[in-house]
């Protein structure tokens, strides 16, 4: 069936490092692909988002290439900062209802300085 | 512009009673999404409304859970009776519709959640 698998956390950095956040998916056709992002006391956000194969969405300084031969999602920044710090989810969108999303468990993310 | 709000923010209640959750969404979004993440597991989808009607309930896992939206604007979650394993926090999320001259794919505005304990 659908389903979406991501990096299991909690993943602590330190402020500029490198952030890479695994994502997989699985699908019967060609889902729209997303990340979405709950800071800490709020709701969850879209971060970005990818509707086709080799589409990168970007946004903050985050990447994601939506990735058909290998089926991924990979989240990735170059330089984490303490404000990223939040629960990050990789988000499939496989047709019918637009809201009829299939999440990932979510990775939270701790940026120390 | 508010965003999607929901109340309460906790509620604690024991198993055979009754609960009521409220979103109320983005004045002027048609489509109204329920979610709910319980213990341990994913987010998962469970019905959606455009306007007053229920577009997709496929979602939702039993007859204990009714979801109403009567004249479209804000939606309950009602869980009668409630059992342990309803426990998790619930999630509401608004976007707008076609007849709002928006695409299809507008963004959904996620609510901050109601987290619900049976005891």
């Known amino acids: 069936g659908n389903s979406v698998t991501q990096m299991e956390g909690p993943v602590t950095l330190s402020e500029e490092a490198f952030l890479t956040i695994n994502c997989t998916y699985t699908a019967t056709g060609y889902p729209s692909l997303f990340w979405y992002v709950q800071y800490p006391g709020e709701g969850l956000q879209l971060l970005l988002k990818a509707t086709k194969a080799d589409d990168k969405g970007s946004n903050k300084g985050f990447e994601a290439t939506y990735r058909k031969e290998t089926t991924s999602f990979h989240l990735e920044k170059g330089s984490v900062q303490v404000s990223d710090s939040a629960v990050y989810f990789c988000v499939m969108n496989y047709g019918g209802s637009q809201g009829n999303l299939i999440f990932g468990k979510g990775t939270k993310l701790s940026v120390k300085p | 512009e508010a965003g999607v709000t929901q109340f309460p923010s906790h509620s604690v209640i024991e198993k055979g009673q009754t609960v009521t959750l409220r979103c109320d969404p983005i004045?002027?979004?048609?489509?109204l999404y329920w979610y709910r993440r319980v213990m341990g597991k994913e987010i998962k989808f469970l019905l959606h409304?455009?306007?007053?009607?229920?577009?997709?309930e496929s979602g939702m896992p039993n007859n204990r859970f009714l979801a109403e939206r009567t004249g479209g604007t804000y939606s309950t979650l009602k869980v009668q009776p409630a059992e342990l394993e309803d426990s998790g926090v619930y999630f509401c999320?608004?976007?707008?519709?076609?007849?709002?001259?928006?695409?299809?794919?507008?963004?959904?505005?996620f609510g901050n959640g109601t987290r619900l304990t049976v005891t």
């Open positions: 409304f455009v306007k007053e009607s229920k577009q997709d």
């Open positions: 004045s002027g979004h048609d489509n």
């Open positions: 999320a608004s976007s707008q519709g076609r007849s709002q001259g928006r695409s299809y794919n507008s963004p959904l505005h």
